[in-house]
């Protein structure tokens, strides 16, 4: 019974990881944590947990134990690894990559966890959650790569020093990419890519999402005092991103805040006059809220959002939750 209580709070975290946007590195989210979001944000959205299935991992001496969750109840398999590495794989568990921490090879396993082929592979991959596409960084992060589950190439994109990037899921198409890079190239990657270069600036932190919108700070490479946050929309066949300043915002940024975009939001914090405190803001068609978080400013490179609603976006740290409203914390 202890087990499968740990199983259910496992698929508490897996099923709040698919809200969570993709990003290369993430801090550990605790189990009760991550089961009390799945929980609230589940009846805020009228979802309940193993509506789909769900796999996740766990690390054994010589490979991995995978845990496939559903309503039909939970299978396990054994995948066999031949040295330290990472796995990667679709959230529903439909097919499995592994690749080693050094060296230049890449397995891949089928949903049963049995070996079907090996190739030689030496960047960092990343399945998307629906597994259509795989990201393939080069290990300087100079250039980021689009592929299929076979490994051959659909797009790519050259820029300096990879520093977000974001799968974007559209229904009945098949998975985007979205790459960021701090010299100011922003790339949308399919089988039709997009890439757009910002003149004179470099991007600190960034993100979007799959209805073009894009949210970024900056600062000029002439003048690394002069900061700036400023929302974009893409529309096709635009040789430049339309975008405008969020000039309300005077808060010095340091090298990296949460920023994300929702249903026409973008939500950012930033650092307030206080060390113990940030500042939530939410834009919406050109009207600013702003909401004060007990979060130090030191924690705040460390903070992730998950957005609920338009209007409602979920704040944690390794320490705290908290559902923040455009009105006030929750």
Sequence with gaps: MRRIFYLILFAGLSWAGLLIPVQKVSPALPLQVSFLANLKTGLLQGQYPFQTKRAYHQKEENGYIVYKLSAEGIKQYKIQSPANGY??????????????????????????????WEKQESRYLQASPNGDVILAAAGDES??????????????????????HRFLIQPKKQTA???????????????????????????KSGTCNAAGALLYTSSQKSNFQSDKIEWCMREKEQEKLPCQDIAIVKEKFPGKIPL????????????SSNIENVVAY????KLMSKIILPIRKSQLENVRVVPISQNMFMVYTEEALYFVHKNGIL
């Excluded at 980021?144 to 520093?163: F, M, R, T």
């Excluded at 990419?177 to 991007?203: D, H």
């Design 282 to 285: 939410f834009f919406h068609e």
């Design 143 to 164: 250039r980021v790569h689009l592929l299929n589950p076979s490994l051959e190439k659909i797009a790519d994109v050259e820029g300096l020093l990879h520093i977000y």
């Design 260 to 271: 994300e975009v929702y249903q026409g939001t973008f939500f950012f914090m930033a650092p």
């Design 87 to 116: 796995l990667t794989y679709p959230k529903d568990g439909s097919y499995f990559l592994w690749y080693p921490v050094l060296g230049n090879r890449v397995i891949f396993y089928d949903a049963s966890g049995n070996q079907l």
């Design 177 to 203: 990419l979205c790459a960021i890079f701090l010299g100011g190239t922003i790339a949308y990657l399919a089988e039709k890519s997009e890439k757009y270069f910002l003149e004179n600036r470099i991007i």
